[in-house]
């Protein structure tokens, strides 16, 4: 089965070629990757120009910010199987991708997840929170439980079926989109029970008090939108994230 992984960047030269290399070095085969750049200002473009002979596509035009980005690389996508990597973030290993298409071979499902590190900006074998998924059930979604978004991989005909990011939202559309497919549409999932991202800290969801505020504020128009959680769930999804300062990877 082909996979496509998108990566959807905005002035971000410096660590935008660690990213790329994360996918070019997966082992597993069949990989068509697509970055969408939103017209970045910066050294981006030319950064990621060299790589382009390795890349399905390459797109360098404005757009209106990260989820819309991510919509058109979905458009683009002819893999079975959809993934994100953020400009930002690495596979933990280069048998990240093997560990995805075994799942999806061996369980037939619609979707898995799997484990995610947050580490430093500056140093990436510093892990500074590590997010433990876990099984999936209903009644955990319903109460704040999410799995890691860059660790979601999904198959393209459930993007077809049910809907892309909903870019009204600016900073929880990948929450939308989960609560949507696992709990409006109630897709079949696996859980990996392995590490498969480190995602460098400093993202826009927790960049100052503002943008946590709005982070909140989406977090619950999203359950509203999908007729799962409320104000009591927001709670919870939001103190489960302090285990992850504790938890050893």
């Not at 929170?129 to 999936?136: D, E, K, L, T």
């Not at 960049?207 to 509203?224: G, H, V």
Request: cysteine-free; hydrophobic content about 35%; charged content about 25%.
């Amino acid at each position: 089965m082909k996979i496509s992984i998108i990566t959807s960047v905005f002035n971000n030269q410096e660590t935008i070629a660690d990213a790329i290399a994360s996918v070019l070095s997966q082992t597993y085969p069949d990989i068509e990757y697509i970055i969408i750049d939103g017209g970045s200002t910066d050294g981006t473009v030319g950064v990621v120009k060299p790589y382009q002979d390795r890349l399905a596509t390459f797109i360098s035009e404005p757009d209106k910010g990260i989820y819309d980005g991510l919509n058109k690389g979905i458009k683009l996508a002819t893999g079975d199987i959809i993934g994100f990597l953020h400009s930002d973030d690495l596979y933990e290993d280069n048998q990240a991708i093997e560990k995805v298409a075994q799942a999806f071979m061996d369980y037939g499902v619609d979707s898995v997840y799997g484990d995610l590190t947050y580490i430093d900006k500056n140093d990436p074998t510093r892990i500074i929170r590590y997010w433990q998924s876990g099984g999936f059930s209903l009644n955990k979604l319903r109460h704040g439980w999410m799995p890691p978004h860059p660790t979601f991989f999904v198959k393209r005909d459930v993007y077809e079926r049910y809907g892309l990011f909903d870019t009204r939202f600016k900073i929880a559309a990948d929450y939308d989109l989960i609560l949507r497919f696992l709990g409006k549409q109630q897709i079949s999932t696996h859980y990996i029970p392995s590490i498969l991202i480190k995602m460098r800290v400093g993202g826009a969801s927790n960049k100052n008090w503002k943008n946590i505020l709005r982070k909140s504020t989406e977090d619950l128009q999203a359950m509203k939108n999908n007729g799962i959680g409320g104000v009591f769930s927001l709670v919870i999804k939001n103190l489960s994230k302090l285990q992850q300062f504790f938890r050893k990877a």
